[in-house]
């Protein structure tokens, strides 16, 4: 006998339904009992469970939903383990792996090569192609015979022969064969290649080292006044004394090769810099400069000033000089100078009094801009040594600060302290050096219009002709989120944008709030989409399986006040996702210190931006940002912008500020720098 499960409907219960729904509900009630009276003939007694199971599942949904809780409940656990296991790692730092010099071998340059025939390299009189072809033609065709007499068999006509003149160069080219000399790969290649298609000598004049070589030997031994490594181009002259004549001519030939091989090494150096970028970190996004040296050096060779001429492959633009500049100052400045120093741990708001204020007006005295001593000169020379925080020098500080792009608000901290203590000398000489090395990195002109974005000094900045910059302070990556060194070229502003989350994001912050909440983002704001478009739950994504690559979905974050992006983006498609943007955290601007965002942009006045970069004005971009709805508009024309990364880099009046090294860059160029010299050395 089986027995009905609690609640099961009884074949005499009474209905409230019609004849239709009572007859419906008993057929059904038959069909499960005979099931149920079936499963013991069919399996075996211990399933007579399992059919109960089945029919408290049919017919218990509290049951059922208590299951699905617990399946839920295990699977949330699966998740929180597994999320322990998952993470996107940001870009590294390597080991940088130097350009190397390699042997060039310059043997293929000892022959003198026309047409199909290696001759000697010496005088001599030859008998030209056009010679033999009449020949041949007088011998297969007899009318060509004068006077209808016989041709003469095997018998060219006469001709006067072609004196081949050589050149110095020439003569001297059996010098070369088995020469070889240390070189990097491509300097070698220009070398051999420009040799080939211009067969003369540049630095040697019958016999001897010519004034163009002193010239440009001379240029190479000022190197450093370029941020480059005099030793990394010098060449001895050749001692001739007492040297017979092949030891003469081999002394003059390596050393025209050597020479020219030293002015092509400065060249790329100073084109492209000695480092590659982009192997310092996967931060670094800057393809290395294609250098013609082949033209380089002819170009040298036909310079009426070579030492010009030289000096003109290094960046040619205000920024670069002002960097020169500095550089030179720096060097004739006193090294032994008297550093001003200020207790690190002062701390000074406005009416407190410290025995450091004589050191921080001393700092200030020395520091300040002409303007700001003139602004403030009552209040310097009333002051008389005393540690009360007054007032009139709590103007003079803020004043202090606006020109160092700090808070100007009168309070003395270590920020303020550092700029008022400023850097060694040695320090500020490395900065600029490194700021020149950079600069190398990107286009020699940098565009009338555009958009150049400093991460040290938090500042981003619009340039066009004619109008003053439009200077304002940025956000940037945090430490662990570094925005990345690059440029691209700006082509959309996008009003009320939506923000799609980066994969990064997704693992690294998102999914451990999923493995606690699988609803999260559909009540935090977020639209969860699959590759193909359809919206889904994000409590039905298997986010193991997004983490692990195993499973594509999308994330977006909807428009509205509490969007990361805030009102608009410039966005300038870059395969680092980063962007210009707005904030609704407007409160950082007011930092000193801006390095906290997960990698782009964040910008202190983004409307202003966009009016820039679109040639409109603010109040149209206000307009297009009230219409509430997510669009875009074009940037029409050029412009470029570089998210770069200077500690040190003039200003628009040619004065070079120094920035604290955010991401420890300076320390990783400088590495990289030293590796260079050990393998060139």
Same mark, same amino acid.
């Given at each position: ?213 002193? !010239?440009?030997?001379? $240029? &190479? +031994?000022? =190197? @450093? ?7 990394? /181009? *010098? ?59 082949? !033209?380089?050096?002819? $170009? &040298? +060779?036909? =310079? @009426? ?7 003109? /492959? *290094? ?183 939506y923000w799609g989350v980066p994969y990064s994001i997704i693992v690294n912050e998102m999914l451990p709030k999923l ?6 983002l559909d009540r935090a704001g977020y639209e969860v989409s699959t590759v193909g478009g359809r919206k889904v739950s ?108 200077f500690t040190a880099w003039p200003d628009d009046n040619g004065k070079v500020d120094f920035f604290n090294d955010v ?19």
């Open positions: 006998m089986v027995r009905l499960p609690k609640g099961f409907p009884h074949l005499d219960t009474p209905f409230s339904g019609g004849p239709s729904a009572r007859y419906v509900t008993r057929r059904l009630a038959c069909s499960v009992l005979a099931l149920s009276l079936a499963l013991p003939v069919v399996t075996a007694m211990p399933d007579t469970a399992n059919a109960q199971g089945f029919l408290q599942r049919l017919f218990n949904p509290d049951g059922n939903r208590l299951r699905e809780k617990q399946l839920r409940e295990q699977e949330t656990t699966k998740l929180r383990e597994k999320v322990r296991t998952v993470h996107v790692s940001a870009p590294k730092y390597f080991t940088y792996k130097p350009d190397r010099p390699v042997a060039i071998d310059l043997s293929s340059l000892s022959k003198l090569t026309t047409a199909a025939i290696d001759k000697p390299a010496v005088d001599e009189t030859v008998i030209s192609d056009a010679t033999a072809n009449s020949a041949a033609t007088s011998a297969d065709d007899p009318s060509a015979a004068a006077d209808g007499a016989a041709p003469a068999v095997n018998q060219a006509p006469s001709v006067e022969p072609v004196t081949v003149q050589l050149s110095e160069f020439d003569k001297a080219r059996s010098a070369l064969e088995g020469v070889q000399i240390r070189a990097l790969k491509e300097v070698g290649e220009g070398l051999i290649g420009f040799y080939r298609e211009h067969p003369n000598f540049v630095w040697i004049d019958e016999g001897a080292v010519n004034s163009r070589a002193d !010239a440009v030997m001379g $240029g &190479l +031994a000022q =190197a @450093d006044a370029y941020g480059l490594d005099p030793q990394d /181009y *010098q060449v001895e002259k050749p001692l001739l004394v007492g040297l017979d004549d092949a030891a003469r001519a081999n002394a003059l030939m390596t050393f025209e090769m050597s020479l020219s091989a030293a002015v092509l090494t400065y060249v790329l150096d100073a084109e492209r810099g000695r480092v590659a970028a982009d192997r310092i970190s996967g931060y670094h996004d800057l393809p290395r400069h294609e250098i013609d040296l082949v !033209a380089a050096l002819n $170009g &040298l +060779a036909g =310079a @009426d000033n070579v030492l010009a001429q030289l000096v003109s /492959y *290094q960046p040619d633009n205000a920024q670069f000089q002002a960097l020169a500049a500095e550089l030179a100052r720096l060097r004739a400045q006193d090294a032994a100078e008297d550093q001003i120093v200020i207790a690190p741990n002062t701390f000074l708001r406005p009416g407190m009094s410290s025995p450091e204020l004589k050191n921080i007006l001393a700092a200030v005295r020395k520091d300040g801009s002409p303007e700001l001593l003139d602004k403030h000169a009552d209040a310097i020379l009333a002051y008389q040594g005393d540690e009360l925080y007054t007032p009139e020098l709590v103007a003079l500080v803020k004043g202090f600060q606006k020109e160092n792009s700090l808070s100007a608000d009168g309070v003395i901290g270590k920020n303020t302290i550092r700029a008022m203590v400023g850097e060694t000398n040695a320090a500020k000489i490395s900065k600029v050096e490194l700021a020149m090395e950079r600069l190398r990195w990107l286009p020699e002109a940098l565009g009338d219009r555009r958009v150049f974005i400093n991460q040290p000094a938090f500042t981003a900045t619009y340039y066009e002709p004619g109008t003053t910059p439009l200077s304002m302070r940025v956000v940037v990556g945090k430490k662990s989120n570094q925005t990345n060194f690059f440029y691209d070229t700006i082509e959309v502003v996008e009003y009320n944008p493995a606690n909440d699988p609803s999260y994000s409590a039905s994504v298997d986010w193991y399986a997004v983490a692990s690559k195993k499973q594509s979905i999308n994330v977006r974050q909807y428009p509205g006040p509490q969007n990361a992006l805030g009102e608009l983006k410039i966005l300038f498609p870059n395969k680092h996702h980063i962007y210009m943007h707005d904030t609704p955290s407007k409160s950082l601007f007011k930092r000193d210190a801006r390095a906290l965002s997960h990698g782009c942009v964040r910008l202190q006045d983004p409307r202003a931006m966009a009016a820039a970069v679109l040639g409109k004005s603010r109040e149209y971009v206000s307009g297009q940002v009230a219409q509430g709805q997510n669009h875009q508009d074009k940037v029409a024309g050029n412009i470029p912008v570089y998210v770069s990364y991401y420890d860059r300076d320390l990783k160029l400088s590495e990289a720098i030293k590796a260079t010299d050990d393998v060139r050395g």
